[in-house]
């Protein structure tokens, strides 16, 4: 599978879905303003060429603690904008072959 995960229109896709959620920056401060003026097929590029070498690596994800309503934090992980966008593409190459063989009756389990 791992074959499929640097495909162009899976890339593409994962982008678009990343950027839709928008969210902070990774441990290396990249926005998404900083990715559309460094250019994102240009970038795109630089990771499917990653995914082929096999030399793609995973960043360590920033830390936060957010406030809980009742009192208390909670942590959060926030991964780099390349690692949101490769965890996006195998998930949309994973999701539909598990997603077919899940119960109709499985709700939240």
């Known amino acids: 599978m791992y074959d499929k995960l640097h495909r162009w ?40 060429r990653e995914l082929q070498g096999k030399t793609y690596r995973p960043q360590p994800v920033r830390r936060v603690l957010i406030p809980k309503p009742g009192g208390g934090e909670r942590p959060l992980g926030i991964p780099t904008l390349k690692d949101r966008v490769v965890q996006t593409a195998a998930k949309l190459i994973l999701e539909p072959i598990f997603e077919a063989d899940l119960s109709e009756a499985a709700y939240g389990y």
């Open 9 to 48: 229109d899976v890339l593409t896709e994962a982008l678009r879905q990343s950027k839709q959620k928008k969210g902070a920056a990774g441990v290396d401060g990249q926005t998404f303003e900083q990715l559309e003026a460094y250019g994102e097929e240009r970038w795109l590029e630089e990771v499917q």
